[in-house]
């Protein structure tokens, strides 16, 4: 097992502080930065795009040749991370003693991570890991819109001086707007705002979905119907074993 730690949960310097743990190539362009790796421990790249207001989008395309742990700290200014994981699965722990939650395939998390604790992320050996960070410093900035933002993902995520996490499910429009964050490829101005605009869109996305009264609605409706059905089950199966007046016992 091989023990990485990033001293830092900064949205702007976690970046490097990744570059220097796994021992990559750095190269960047204005707001853009990628991290090639190709050493004994692992293969891959690491994509970063770092906006104002201190977001950053980081894609992970990854392959390690053993079990990796990456501790990064915890302190009160680090950010709300979003994971969603596109292949593969990724374990997640706050300390090494607590229990883990795997992200597999297609799932996502919000982690808030400022507590004590720091995030701890596991990986296999031998298995190909695609997955992509959210971050957003939860601190005030100097744009009303983004505080707005900010208040309500404050309002639904952080608990001051505490670690927690949120086991999200699928959704569609977030997943497709990954996808299409992934497929930007190009360095221009116009690149960099489309990718702006659809990081603003899953945040959105993400306030909607926690806070939406149809989705908790229906979660409670779907729970009424399958404990109606499990008394269903349980009420024929007493009427088919109860004995009769025909039986021959």
């Not at 001293?7 to 021992?23: P, Q, Y």
């Not at 597999?104 to 004590?116: E, L, M, P, Q, R």
Request: hydrophobic share 35%; with cysteine; charged share 20%.
């Amino acid at each position: 097992m091989k023990n990485l730690y990033i001293n830092t949960g900064n949205t702007t310097t976690i970046f490097e502080e990744l570059n220097s743990a796994l021992g990559g190539t750095m190269t960047s362009t204005g707001e853009e930065n990628k991290i090639l790796l190709k050493s004994d421990l692992v293969k891959g790249r690491i994509k970063s795009t770092i906006f104002n207001e201190g977001a950053c989008y980081i894609q992970f395309n990854l392959s390690f040749t053993e079990d990796v742990n990456i501790s990064i700290e915890s302190t009160k200014n680090t950010p709300l991370f979003f994971a969603y994981s596109g292949y593969g699965e990724i374990a997640h722990s706050f300390g090494y003693q607590n229990d883990q939650f795997k992200l597999k395939a297609g799932k996502s998390a919000v982690i808030n991570t400022g507590g004590s604790l720091n995030t701890i992320l596991s990986f296999k050996k031998n298995s190909r890991i695609e997955f992509s960070i959210l971050g957003l410093a939860t601190t005030p900035s100097n744009s009303h819109q983004t505080n707005e933002m900010r208040n309500k993902l404050r309002d639904l995520f952080v608990t001051e001086n505490s670690n927690s996490i949120y086991k999200g499910k699928s959704n569609r429009r977030i997943i497709e707007n990954i996808k299409k964050l992934n497929e930007i490829s190009c360095k221009s101005t116009a690149s960099y705002l489309a990718k702006k605009k659809l990081v603003h869109e899953i945040l959105e996305f993400e306030i909607e979905q926690y806070t939406d009264g149809w989705v908790h609605a229906a979660e409670k409706i779907n729970q009424f119907v399958q404990e109606k059905v499990t008394e269903v089950k349980a009420f024929i199966g007493s009427v088919f074993s109860f004995p009769t007046e025909h039986s021959a016992f």
